[in-house]
């Protein structure tokens, strides 16, 4: 079963709009990780943001934003003023103990912003 | 500097014939992970290992196969059991027990003609 969902699989938008990706989780621990990994055309994966989860505190960095809701199993990204720059593929993923703290991801969302 | 080496970055190789990836971290890392990428498929767990000469199946594991007889090194051998091995392969490593410090090497592309 899958344990992360993104529901969006592609989104396009233009630059300067405001856009935020979805991420649900599913997890019966009460210690788990939500991650947030940014994956430009290179391929590398570039690592976002890490929350626990007794740490519901909303984050913010720079033009990056992160709602975390564990009342709805949550995990928002949001990017504000959108640049060409931010074009990728960007994943959600969870870990937990059970599994070793593999990561388990989503299939991720592919973010276009064209100028 | 510290990181996640793997080698090569391109791989091609004939249908039926093994294949191993290499998978190499001067972290000092416990923990070391292959991931399977495919489009629209977000990434996948291959298998992991906690400890050297221990190591678990992921959800993918059938077809492939690996070893950990030192810390740093993780190899990943792909056999010709596996019926869709064309696909971008990451490796990760993290510290035992731990989410803090996970890293991910820059990943062997893998082509099987």
């Known amino acids: 079963a899958q344990k992360v969902t993104q529901a969006q699989t592609e989104i396009s938008v233009v630059e300067k709009e405001d856009v935020t990706l979805d991420c649900v989780y599913e997890?019966?621990?009460?210690?788990?990780?939500l991650f947030w990994y940014k994956q430009p055309p290179s391929g590398e994966l570039v690592f976002l943001i890490r929350?626990?989860?007794?740490?519901?505190q909303n984050e913010i960095s720079g033009r990056y934003s992160w709602n975390f809701q564990k009342s709805t199993s949550s995990f928002n990204f949001t990017i504000t003023a959108s640049q060409v720059v931010d074009s990728a593929v960007y994943f959600c993923?969870?870990?937990?103990?059970?599994?070793?703290?593999?990561?388990?991801f989503g299939k991720g969302t592919s973010l276009l912003v064209t100028p | 500097d510290g990181g996640i080496t793997q080698s090569p970055k391109y791989l091609f190789r004939k249908e039926g014939q093994n294949v191993t990836l290499s998978c190499e971290q001067n972290?000092?890392?416990?923990?070391m992970y292959w991931y399977r990428q495919d489009p629209g498929q977000g990434l996948r767990l291959i298998y992991y290992?906690?400890?050297?000469?221990?190591?678990q199946k992921g959800d993918i594991a059938e077809g492939y196969s690996v070893s950990r007889e030192k810390k740093e090194s993780f190899p990943l051998t792909v056999t010709s059991a596996q019926k869709n091995p064309t696909a971008f392969y990451l490796c990760?490593?993290?510290?035992?027990?731990?989410?803090?410090?996970?890293?991910f090497g820059s990943g062997t592309r893998l082509t099987v003609v």
């Open positions: 990760a490593s993290s510290p035992r027990g731990e989410v803090y410090g996970y890293t």
């Open positions: 997890t019966r621990d009460t210690t788990y990780y």
């Open positions: 929350r626990n989860s007794f740490d519901e």
């Open positions: 993923a969870l870990s937990e103990a059970n599994s070793g703290y593999a990561l388990n």
């Open positions: 972290l000092n890392h416990d923990a």
């Open positions: 290992s906690q400890i050297v000469n221990d190591f």
